[in-house]
């Protein structure tokens, strides 16, 4: 079984559309939605659940006013402005889980335990098990979240004897993509021309490069900036990528996605060829 990992130097390049369409050129496969910050794979793949599990991400504060006796204590040791004075309340959404009041109130009157952060769960999609996640507003140590998902998604992989594990992984460099990184035999960038996306695209791929993993770029919408494309291409070579291909801005990825569909599932577009393209190169080096 193959883990190709589609992931993109910022949000809005593109990376989920085509995370779904090699979901569906890859057929037999199983598919994990591992940008829990911001899900949105199964807006397309439409997926039944089948399971759903609870997850605790980490523990929060909250104070017994029973046993509070109202030193300020918990007060002057929070760093992030967390507890609020008379009578000395603790906002779940501004405490970052550290502990330190717990620790520190003379009373033993800070209740310090594990909160639900999310759900997570096994769904049936049209391409095979898909494996998603959702994160409740404010909670964090989505990377956790993200290590508890592969984890499932490669078992289930397993367990289907799919071929293939495709997973649309977070933008960005932080703590979501790295743990998605663990086992990935290829790590495909989508990038788009731009200043921002060329800089964007440079920061990830110096992490991949020191983690050792050799990555992929697909660039989006290339005729939109034809000059910064090559620019971006170079910069990819510069960094021992591969070029998958080059995508054309094209109003049949907006058809597709309206439809809530895959590229080339509705109708042949340009854009689906290209990404289509890609797919068969990306096999084919992966056959190598
Ligand atoms: S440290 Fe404990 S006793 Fe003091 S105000 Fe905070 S919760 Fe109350
Ligand atoms: S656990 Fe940490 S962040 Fe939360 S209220 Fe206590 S000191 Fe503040």
Request: with cysteine; glycine share 10%; aromatic share 6%.
């Amino acid at each position: 079984m193959r883990q190709i990992l589609v992931l993109s130097g910022k949000g809005g390049t593109g990376k989920t559309t085509v995370a779904g369409t090699f979901a569906r050129l890859a057929a037999a496969c199983v598919t994990a939605d591992c940008d829990v910050d911001a899900a949105d794979l199964h807006i397309i793949l439409e997926p039944e659940p089948v399971e759903r599990k609870k997850y605790y991400g980490g523990k929060k504060a909250s104070i017994d006013a029973a046993k509070c006796v109202r030193c300020g204590r918990c007060r002057e040791v929070c760093r992030f402005e967390a507890v609020s004075a008379g009578p000395y309340r603790i906002s779940p959404h501004a405490c970052e889980g550290c502990g330190v009041c717990a620790w520190n109130c003379p009373a033993g009157a800070v209740i310090f335990k594990e909160t639900l952060s999310g759900t997570w769960g096994i769904s049936a999609s049209r391409f095979g098990v898909f494996a998603g996640a959702r994160l409740e507003p404010a909670e964090e140590n989505s990377g956790k979240l993200v290590a508890t998902l592969k984890t499932a998604a490669v078992k289930a992989a397993a367990a289907a004897g799919a071929e293939y594990l495709i997973l649309d992984g977070s933008p960005g460099i932080g703590c979501p993509v790295l743990a998605s990184l663990g086992g990935v035999s290829a790590v495909v960038i989508v990038a788009e021309p731009t200043v921002s996306g060329r800089h964007d695209f440079m920061r990830l791929a110096e992490l991949l490069k020191q983690q050792g993993l050799k990555g992929f770029l697909l660039v989006n919408k290339y005729d939109l900036n034809k000059e910064e494309a090559v620019r971006l291409e170079a910069a990819a070579a510069g960094f021992g990528f591969s070029l998958l291909g080059r995508v054309p801005f094209d109003a049949g990825v907006v058809k597709a996605l309206l439809a809530r569909r895959t590229l080339g599932e509705v109708a042949a577009c340009p854009a689906a060829e290209a990404v289509e393209t890609a797919w068969r190169r990306l096999r084919a080096e992966l056959e190598k």
